[in-house]
């Protein structure tokens, strides 16, 4: 399993941010695939999370205003971001678990991304 993100950038405070990641080698049925992300200093932390079921997670701090999806065929993650604020500035990193239950555990990824930076100024 391969996972390249694109579409990070940069971004003023209130302004919307779609990031993307492409999926390949994916043969399984039960999965998972998650957004990560992790700031200068701070631990990688779970954004948000779908599973093969279509169930989906959140963080809290992300509730209501990130939206994760895939694409019909399954090969294109997206997190559509919406009232960004600065303090969500990081590196955002696509990953796949084996586990068909969304987690926003880090330790259940298996395979991950290169990552895609998002900055947003205020």
């Known amino acids: 399993v391969q996972l390249g993100e694109s579409g990070g950038g940069s971004v003023q405070s209130g302004g919307s941010l779609r990031i993307s990641c492409v999926v390949s080698?994916?043969?399984?049925?039960?999965?998972?695939l998650g957004w990560f992300r992790q700031a200068p200093g701070n631990k990688r932390e779970g954004v948000a999370a779908i599973a093969s079921t279509g169930r989906t997670a959140y963080a809290d701090s992300v509730k209501g205003r990130f939206t994760i999806s895939q694409d019909n065929g399954g090969n294109t993650l997206y997190l559509q971001m919406n009232s960004l604020k600065p303090e969500v500035t990081a590196m955002y990193y696509c990953?796949?678990?084996?586990?068909?239950?969304?987690?926003?555990?880090?330790?259940?990824?298996?395979?991950w991304g290169q990552g895609t930076q998002v900055t947003v100024s205020s």
């Open positions: 990953a796949k678990s084996a586990f068909f239950i969304p987690t926003l555990v880090s330790n259940e990824y298996l395979y």
């Open positions: 080698g994916l043969t399984d049925s039960d999965y998972s």
